[in-house]
């Protein structure tokens, strides 16, 4: 399948992705209850991933669906922001750790450049507060990865009806978590902070939070996000003021 490019759709010229309007992709899709908001009755979709087999797994699993079709394929952040500007797709599917740009952060940016596309997160990130974040944000949706078979299409499904998918065990977690610490940062950003706040690199807190550099980097781009303090300076005031860094 012949992707068409996105600066080029967005600029106006040039080819667009053309579904087939009727026959048996169609009825497929009618059968498979593909949502009523859909002209042809096929759910578009960006894939956003920053792993090249993973995205070609994730093509074949849903060009695969009657009612779903992959028109193209994003390895950052950036890239899927761009690629939502000139797809203009029904459905972004968005992993949260990729390198450059906070996915936390291209939410909106994707809202703004294309209203209609709902988001979904297929992530690893099966911490409750990652899910609550991105939710918070603005997805409909949010899948762990080691369920991405049935659990994504039917989250996809859901997102392209205007409704909310939050899998079933990460959901229970979420609701049974206490509130969390002040200006909306989780347990385990408070704990980054305090590592941060005292002198802690990225791959000291990885290897004493038991996670990986990349986890650790998107917490620190979450906790800044969040306080709107970019420096460790400030980082380490916020957290003096409020006692974090006290036995």
Not at 17 to 30: F, I, K, L
Not at 146 to 174: C, F, H, N, S, W
Not at 192 to 216: D, F, K, P, W
């Amino acid at each position: 399948m012949a992707f068409a490019d996105a600066d080029t759709l967005a600029h106006g010229d040039g080819g667009s992705h053309v579904s087939a309007p009727s026959g048996r992709r169609q009825a497929d899709a009618e059968a498979a209850g593909a949502p009523p908001d859909s002209e042809s009755g096929t759910i578009r979709l960006v894939i956003a991933d920053d792993h090249t087999v993973v995205r070609s797994a994730l093509r074949l699993l849903l060009d695969a669906e009657p009612d779903l079709e992959v028109v193209a394929e994003a390895g950052d952040a950036t890239a899927a922001v761009r690629y939502t500007l000139g797809h203009k797709p029904d459905v972004l599917i968005l992993d949260l750790n990729m390198p450059g740009e906070s996915s936390l952060e291209a939410i909106p940016k994707v809202k703004d450049v294309s209203p209609s596309t709902e988001i979904v997160v297929l992530t690893m990130q099966d911490e409750p507060e990652f899910a609550r974040t991105a939710i918070q944000a603005g997805v409909l949706g949010y899948v762990l990865k080691e369920a991405a078979d049935a659990e994504l299409v039917k989250a996809i499904r859901m997102a392209a009806r205007g409704e909310t998918y939050l899998q079933p065990k990460l959901g229970a977690r979420l609701a049974a978590e206490p509130e969390g610490p002040p200006d909306d940062l989780t347990s385990r950003e408070v704990e980054v902070l305090r590592l941060i706040a005292l002198g802690h690199t990225n791959a000291e807190m990885a290897e004493q939070l038991y996670l990986s550099v990349r986890t650790i980097e998107s917490h620190r781009a979450h906790i800044q996000q969040k306080l709107g303090r970019t420096t460790r300076a400030e980082l380490v005031r916020y957290a003096l003021d409020r006692g974090l860094l006290e036995e």
